[in-house]
């Protein structure tokens, strides 16, 4: 597991690489964990959550209060698809740029007046 000062700056990286604007706002921090939201406009966010002693990671695509797209660890690496986002897709862990890039091409289908606009 990263520290989570690594994380962030992974983060970070990747959101400069695929966004022009963005905001995050920490709910808390602490050198074990962490819970933040990553505002992408007023009713769009990245909701991340990492913990390094039970090793859970947790990205969730929050529109209007909902998933509408994730990607996390419980039990194991899985992916809550954006067309059917309570389901459990099996999958290898993903790099932080791969999630924050699959999170980039929904807000794409989104703007374009694909079925989440």
């Known amino acids: 597991m990263l520290n989570i000062d690594v994380f962030l700056q992974q983060i970070k990286a990747s959101l400069g690489k695929h966004f022009i604007e963005y905001r995050i ?3 808390f921090k602490t050198p074990k964990s962490l819970k933040a939201n990553i505002y992408l406009d007023k009713n769009l966010f990245i909701s991340v959550r990492y913990n390094i002693r039970n090793e859970r990671v947790d990205f969730a695509l929050i529109q209007n209060n909902q ?3 994730g990607y996390d660890n419980l039990k194991e690496w899985h992916c809550h698809p954006y067309e059917r986002p309570s389901e459990h897709i099996p999958c290898n862990k993903p790099s932080i740029d791969k999630i924050i ?7 794409a ?3 374009s007046g694909g079925h989440y606009a």
């Open 101 to 107: 890039s699959d999170i980039k091409s929904i807000c």
């Open 109 to 111: 289908t989104r703007e």
């Open 67 to 69: 998933r509408i797209f």
């Open 25 to 27: 706002e920490f709910i």
